[in-house]
């Protein structure tokens, strides 16, 4: 089975968002992450860099100085030791990729 199809049968009845590991290398991971539409990954810290990439769907990026609507291929660098959340605003599916390389501005945000 694989992660992406683990995601999409326990989103079926989660009430909270759905990550899984695709790889783990020297100083860094590689997830996916699967939300039903309204679902809110509540406020938490990270205490590494962290890209994420939305692959399909809708969210919204909050943490204590901005809110960024991200839609699909949208991605969004997520600074370390920055309290942040995510909402669904659709089902919506995101490849995160963190680790220290990610380092390219410190406490910085670069969307495109």
């Known amino acids: 089975m694989t992660a992406l199809t683990e995601i999409n049968e326990q989103l079926q009845h989660a ?3 759905v990550a899984r590991a695709l790889h783990t290398g020297p100083g860094f991971r590689v997830l996916l992450m699967g939300f ?8 938490h810290v990270l205490h590494h860099f962290t890209k994420l990439f939305l692959l399909e769907g809708e969210l919204t990026y909050r943490d204590g100085q901005k809110t960024i609507p991200l839609n699909k291929h949208d991605t969004l660098n997520i600074p370390a030791d920055l309290e942040h959340e995510l909402k669904a ?3 919506s599916l995101t490849m995160l990729i963190q680790g220290k390389q990610l380092r390219t501005k410190q406490n910085g945000y670069t969307t495109t």
Do not use: H
């Open 15 to 17: 009430a909270v968002p």
């Open 36 to 43: 039903n539409s309204g679902m809110l990954l509540e406020r």
């Open 89 to 91: 605003n659709a089902d």
